[in-house]
């Protein structure tokens, strides 16, 4: 099946510095990358979506400065957390649609803590 | 503004039970794809079950069934003979079939199953 590898799964980072996120699509081509965050215990929050060769789209209030976002290839997809405060800290989870029936498979996940 | 209910926050059933979890959405659209996601401990997403809008038959896989209401705008999951590994979140989520390829996410159902 189509699998979405996430990296790094875990990542303790010091405030003010930078964090990349990457996600890359095994054995498909992901056209389309979502990434999301996620608080715990609660749902999945769209931050921006990505097409490969384009600029994101950010969702409002998601600050395009701090949560860079590239898409070069079909088969990369990354965020870079920029300026990083304890406040970033959060689970991110990228997902890409997969096939013509509307699936999305999703990335492990990435817990980023920053002190 | 399209919108996804879950209103059982949380929920438990006894082992080789069947639990039903429940879920509405709000939509002017006619053709759309609903989906159930399992969020594990482990906290990667897993999709259980997708139904599409334009079909009437319920969707089935395995344990797992749904309850398609079009008219009511209702779409819930039965989980039958109910195991320890069903232990997890449970989200509801919506799609048009349009070109936006958004996710519109319930704020999820937390499943326990007991021994």
């Known amino acids: 099946g189509a699998v979405v590898s996430q990296h790094p799964s875990w990542v303790i980072c010091k405030s003010g510095t930078s964090v990349k996120i990457e996600c890359r699509s095994l054995?498909?081509?992901?056209?389309?990358m979502f990434w999301y965050r996620q608080f715990p215990k609660q749902s999945l929050m769209l931050m921006a979506t990505?097409?490969?060769?384009?600029?994101?789209?950010?969702e409002q209030g998601v600050e395009k400065d701090k949560f860079l976002i590239n898409h070069a290839s079909l088969t990369l997809s990354t965020l870079t957390v920029t300026s990083a405060h304890p406040e970033d800290s959060s689970f991110y989870i990228c997902?890409?649609?997969?096939?013509?029936?509307?699936?999305?498979?999703f990335g492990s996940g990435t817990r980023l803590t920053v002190v | 503004a399209q919108t996804v209910t879950q209103s059982q926050p949380e929920m438990s059933v006894q082992e080789a039970e069947t639990v039903t979890l429940s879920c509405t959405y709000d939509t002017s659209e006619s053709n759309y794809y609903l989906f159930w996601y399992k969020q594990p401990p482990s906290r990667q997403m897993i999709l259980v079950i997708r139904?599409?809008?334009?079909k009437q038959q319920n969707a089935t896989e395995n344990r797992f069934s749904v309850n398609f209401q079009k008219a009511a705008k209702s779409f819930s999951l039965k989980i039958s003979d109910s195991q320890l590994g069903d232990t997890a979140m449970y989200f509801c989520a919506f799609r048009n079939a349009g070109n936006n390829r958004k996710l519109i996410w319930g704020l999820g159902t937390s499943l326990a199953v007991n021994p």
């Open positions: 990505s097409n490969e060769g384009s600029k994101a789209t950010y």
């Open positions: 139904q599409e809008a334009y």
């Open positions: 997902s890409a649609r997969v096939g013509q029936f509307y699936g999305y498979t």
């Open positions: 054995d498909f081509q992901a056209t389309t």
